[in-house]
């Protein structure tokens, strides 16, 4: 067993990690459609007040996302592991208790190391399931790479909220992939880690999660050795994926890392990203380490 995977095992967490291909930039503005305007609804695919914004699904596919346009492509496949015990966690209770179960965070150790690849990856591919509804929040007021995908104007996003100049209807945006909604970062703020530990997220977080029992909300998050912010948002969250860089991630950086994680009841996941690995001649695959003692 490897330093990383005593480190982990240490931290009591279930770790599989998958092979998965690193991505191209993409540098592609999305239309932007007039707001529509929208009364509060049960129904979820109702309840998002704000602007559509309209991607190019070619231009995401030939970056290495997963688009609905191809769902059964090698990373598709790929993320259809990683998916399905994240979901297994999220809705293993019928009935959520004080803590929703369904905030999740994706980070990694240093920069570089495809968490938002991974993130936006998992959104999409969560938002693919029959029933399930996807909020990506942009909280990497630093580099806030979701938002450069989605091509959303920093004046209005997260950090607006937490400072009460927005509403949630000025800045939730509607995708044309069916079932996901974006939340870009906002202006970078000078106190941006004192705005995600204040009682303002914690309430957003918490009401929007209680509110929406049945969406998915994933936020992408810094590093975890570049800012304070990352652990400050993961004592928020139900669950965590930690994305490795095959080759790149040095242990050290990656057991670092996860010890900054040690005051959190939750439970981790590690995504390998940048693997050669292979399952057959076609996919990668993952595989598992540690034990799961979180739930």
Same mark, same amino acid.
């Given at each position: 067993?490897?330093?990383?995977?005593?480190?982990?095992?240490?931290?009591?967490?279930?770790?599989?990690?998958?092979? !998965?291909?690193?991505?191209? +930039? !993409?540098?592609?503005?999305?239309? *932007?459609?007039?707001?529509?305007?929208?009364? *509060?609804?049960?129904?979820?695919?109702?309840?998002?007040?704000?602007?559509?914004?309209?991607?190019?699904?070619?231009?995401? =596919?030939?970056?290495?996302?997963?688009?609905?346009?191809?769902?059964?492509?090698?990373?598709?496949?790929?993320?259809?592991?990683?998916?399905?015990?994240?979901?297994?966690?999220?809705?293993?209770?019928?009935?959520?208790?004080?803590?929703?179960?369904?905030?999740?965070?994706?980070?990694?150790?240093?920069? $570089?190391?495809?968490?938002?690849?991974?993130?936006?990856?998992?959104?999409?591919?969560?938002?693919?399931?029959?029933?399930?509804?996807?909020?990506?929040?942009?909280?990497?007021?630093?580099? +806030?790479?979701?938002?450069?995908?989605? $091509?959303?104007?920093?004046? *209005?996003?997260?950090? =607006?909220?937490?400072? #009460?100049?927005?509403?949630?209807?000025?800045?939730?945006?509607?995708?044309?992939? +069916?079932?996901?909604?974006?939340?870009?970062? #906002?202006?970078?703020?000078?106190?941006?880690?004192?705005?995600?530990?204040?009682?303002?997220?914690? #309430?957003?977080?918490?009401?929007?999660?209680?509110? *929406?029992?049945?969406?998915?909300?994933?936020?992408?998050?810094?590093?975890?050795?570049?800012?304070?912010?990352?652990s400050v948002l993961a004592h928020f969250m139900s669950q965590i994926i930690f994305v490795i860089s095959a080759g790149n991630t040095l242990q050290t950086a990656a057991k670092?890392?996860?010890?900054?994680?040690?005051?959190?009841?939750?439970?981790?996941?590690?995504?390998?990203?940048?693997?050669?690995?292979?399952?057959?001649?076609?996919?990668?695959?993952?595989?598992?380490? #540690?034990?799961?003692?979180?739930?």
């Open positions: 067993m490897s330093s990383i995977e005593k480190a982990m095992a240490q931290k009591k967490t279930s770790v599989p990690s998958f092979a !998965l291909e690193p991505p191209s +930039p !993409l540098n592609h503005q999305p239309t *932007h459609v007039k707001k529509h305007n929208l009364h *509060h609804s049960d129904n979820p695919t109702e309840a998002f007040i704000g602007e559509r914004i309209d991607l190019n699904l070619d231009i995401l =596919e030939q970056r290495g996302f997963i688009t609905p346009k191809n769902p059964k492509s090698r990373i598709a496949e790929e993320y259809r592991l990683i998916k399905r015990p994240i979901l297994k966690t999220i809705f293993k209770n019928e009935q959520f208790d004080d803590s929703p179960n369904n905030l999740l965070m994706v980070t990694s150790a240093l920069q $570089g190391e495809g968490k938002t690849f991974t993130a936006v990856n998992l959104a999409i591919s969560i938002a693919m399931e029959y029933n399930h509804e996807v909020l990506l929040i942009d909280a990497d007021t630093i580099k +806030p790479e979701t938002s450069k995908i989605f $091509g959303i104007q920093k004046k *209005h996003g997260l950090m =607006e909220i937490l400072q #009460g100049t927005a509403y949630e209807s000025d800045v939730i945006l509607n995708t044309n992939i +069916p079932s996901l909604y974006v939340i870009g970062s #906002g202006e970078n703020h000078p106190f941006a880690t004192e705005l995600l530990a204040s009682q303002q997220m914690l #309430g957003f977080i918490t009401n929007i999660a209680k509110k *929406h029992p049945h969406w998915v909300i994933i936020f992408d998050t810094p590093p975890l050795l570049m800012t304070t912010q990352s670092e890392a996860v010890a900054m994680l040690d005051q959190t009841e939750q439970v981790v996941w590690a995504v390998m990203n940048k693997s050669q690995q292979s399952m057959g001649s076609s996919y990668s695959y993952g595989y598992g380490y #540690g034990e799961n003692n979180s739930n």
